[in-house]
């Protein structure tokens, strides 16, 4: 999901930075810190099934690495990174650990392109599925449940932990469909590319990767993707309440 080739150093002192600001301004309000726990569950949720959703992919297509290494689980210990999680928390966007594929084992039928492409956009669509299963379950709650569940502490929690769920996947599944590297985006991306474009892409990812890096820390991949939110959000929602008739 998120591989970085340069530096390690320097990025995670930018990330380290930006943590350490987030945490002060949550530390200091405490609607903010409420939300912040509440989040917990979804980003476990989000990211597990995330890098599951890449390991299974990749061992259906053929490469057995993933499950070699234990990633073919659902246990969030063998899939959450400290940092990339921290991240998703305060900043609303983050990563697990990279799950490892070897496309050279991946299924002769498709190349070796398709095949990272649809390892990469498994890991998103996961986000996409798990947001509508938890929007399915909160208009459940919301219909079903009593008045006196829905306005009590445990009641308000619950839909606020779901809700926050259905963000947090939302978010996730949308920001690695940036198609640039090192998101998931660009290797679903390279496929529909004209040959000259595709060698080119490849051989210039260090550039894409600072570009990522100053869209990142200037706050402009929230700008971006803002709108993708709020589409993917309503069309999941919509569809949901639909079903149930809300």
Known sequence: MFNFSFDRRTVYIIIGVL?????????????????LLVSIPGVLIA??????AHAFAADKLGDDTARREGRLSLNPKDHIDPIGGLMLLVAGFGWGKPVHVDPRN????????KGEAIVSIAGPL????????????????????SMSFLTSTLGSATLVIVAST????IGL???NLIPLPP????????????????????????IF??????IWITGLAGTIITPAIQAVSNTIISLAQFIFGL
Request: hydrophobic share 55%.
């Open 183 to 206: 998101l998931d985006g660009s290797k679903v991306l390279i496929p529909f590319l004209p040959t000259k474009a595709k060698e080119w892409f490849i051989n210039n990812g260090q």
């Open 47 to 52: 990211i597990t099934f995330h890098e599951f």
């Open 126 to 145: 996961m986000n996409f599925i798990l947001a509508f299963v938890f929007s399915l379950i909160y208009c459940a709650i919301y219909k079903f449940a």
């Open 19 to 35: 943590i350490l600001i987030a945490v002060l301004q949550y530390a200091s309000n405490p609607a903010q810190l409420y939300s």
């Open 106 to 113: 991946y299924t002769r039928k498709l190349s070796m392109e």
């Open 173 to 175: 599944g949308v920001f």
């Open 209 to 214: 990767y600072i570009v990522f890096i100053l």
């Open 166 to 169: 259905i963000s947090i996947n």
